[in-house]
């Protein structure tokens, strides 16, 4: 088995995203982010820190928003509007998910396509989807780029989502067909789910629950990515795969923590020094 180094290979990408960075600024342009948080979720707070430090170890310059659990919609459209036309700001990120009085589609509809680094802008996923340049939302993304730079061939190979969000299962699938991989798509209502699994290459799990993929689901030898991260009691983190049974079985496989989490970061910042390029 095979153990894919998320953080390894994020850790190269940043650094490709730095070296990119300092070239930009040496020819005087400078990147910044915008991130928005909305209220005090424990676990947002984390993954807004993890972008902010990824920003200043890229040379990003990152401007936070911290608002308010009750702010109104109105108010984070208007900081939106503002933020789309400051020619400073090359990207705009809107941490989700959003206090429930606010309707995130209608924040991420009212981000520009051109600073929409999240890629989850109807034009952005538009763009994916007849294979038109664009921004990748950075899981889906950044799952790709694991699975490439492990060396893992995807040509022809069967490859299996679990899962079909508009953040990951279905940008997840379009990015495979992109690489020519014969791609299905699994989630709830799938019938005979662990037969399917068991026949892919490549079984990429967003599903959304503790350790559900267990060995039973996999093919000697084949690839598994997780992309779900969940947190036990007492704080560990764990993923929508059960690692520990899994691992002897699959041919390479990603862990939770170090695996897809950390490109997610990588590929937010890879997005935001290509806005630059617009
Ligand atoms: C790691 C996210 C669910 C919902 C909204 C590194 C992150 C996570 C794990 C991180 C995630 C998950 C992010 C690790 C950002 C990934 O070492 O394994 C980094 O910061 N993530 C997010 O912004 O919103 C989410 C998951």
Same mark, same amino acid.
């Given at each position: 088995?095979?153990?894919?180094?998320?953080?390894?290979?994020?850790?190269?990408?940043?650094?490709?995203?730095?070296?990119?960075?300092?070239?930009?600024?040496?020819?005087?342009?400078?990147?910044?982010?915008?991130?928005?948080?909305?209220?005090?979720?424990?676990?947002?707070?984390?993954?807004?820190?993890?972008?902010?430090?990824?920003?200043?170890?890229?040379?990003?310059?990152?401007?936070?928003?911290?608002?308010?659990?009750?702010?109104?919609?109105?108010?984070?459209?208007?900081?939106?509007?503002?933020?789309?036309?400051?020619?400073?700001?090359?990207?705009?990120?809107?941490?989700?998910?959003?206090?429930?009085?606010?309707?995130?589609?209608?924040?991420?509809?009212?981000?520009?396509?051109? +600073? /929409? $680094?999240? %890629?989850?802008?109807?034009?952005?996923? =538009?763009?994916?989807?007849?294979?038109?340049?664009?921004? *990748?939302?950075?899981?889906?993304?950044?799952?790709?780029?694991?699975?490439?730079?492990?060396?893992?061939?995807?040509?022809?190979?069967?490859?299996?989502?679990?899962?079909?969000?508009?953040?990951?299962?279905?940008?997840?699938?379009?990015?495979?067909?992109?690489?020519?991989?014969?791609?299905?798509?699994?989630?709830?209502?799938?019938?005979?789910?662990?037969?399917?699994?068991?026949?892919?290459?490549?079984?990429?799990?967003?599903?959304?629950?503790?350790?559900?993929?267990?060995?039973?689901?996999?093919?000697?030898?084949?690839?598994?990515?997780?992309?779900?991260?969940?947190?036990?009691?007492?704080?560990?983190?764990?993923?929508?795969?059960?690692?520990?049974?899994? +691992? /002897? $079985?699959? %041919?390479?496989?990603?862990?939770?923590? =170090?695996?897809?989490?950390?490109?997610?970061?990588?590929? *937010?910042?890879?997005?935001?020094?290509?806005?630059?390029?617009?």
């Amino acid at each position: 088995m095979k153990l894919i180094d998320g953080k390894a290979i994020s850790q190269q990408i940043k650094d490709e995203v730095k070296d990119k960075v300092a070239k930009m600024k040496a020819e005087g342009k400078e990147v910044a982010l915008a991130v928005i948080l909305v209220g005090d979720d424990p676990a947002s707070a984390v993954y807004v820190g993890n972008k902010k430090k990824a920003c200043e170890y890229t040379g990003i310059r990152s401007e936070s928003y911290e608002l308010p659990a009750d702010t109104s919609q109105e108010k984070v459209l208007a900081l939106i509007d503002e933020l789309n036309n400051r020619e400073d700001i090359q990207g705009i990120l809107v941490q989700l998910p959003l206090p429930k009085q606010i309707d995130e589609k209608a924040v991420i509809d009212a981000i520009s396509p051109d +600073k /929409d $680094v999240d %890629g989850f802008h109807p034009v952005s996923v =538009g763009r994916l989807s007849i294979g038109e340049k664009g921004f *990748l939302p950075c899981t889906p993304a950044g799952v790709i780029e694991l699975i490439k730079r492990s060396g893992i061939e995807t040509e022809g190979k069967h490859c299996v989502v679990i899962g079909r969000s508009n953040i990951v299962g279905k940008p997840m699938a379009l990015l495979m067909l992109r690489e020519n991989a014969t791609v299905t798509i699994c989630h709830s209502r799938t019938k005979d789910l662990k037969e399917i699994c068991k026949s892919a290459d490549i079984l990429i799990a967003a599903v959304g629950k503790p350790k559900m993929v267990d060995r039973s689901y996999v093919k000697e030898g084949a690839c598994v990515i997780d992309v779900g991260i969940h947190r036990l009691e007492g704080k560990k983190l764990c993923g929508d795969v059960d690692f520990d049974d899994v +691992k /002897d $079985v699959a %041919g390479a496989i990603t862990p939770v923590p =170090g695996g897809v989490g950390p490109m997610t970061i990588a590929m *937010l910042m890879k997005n935001c020094a290509e806005s630059l390029e617009a």
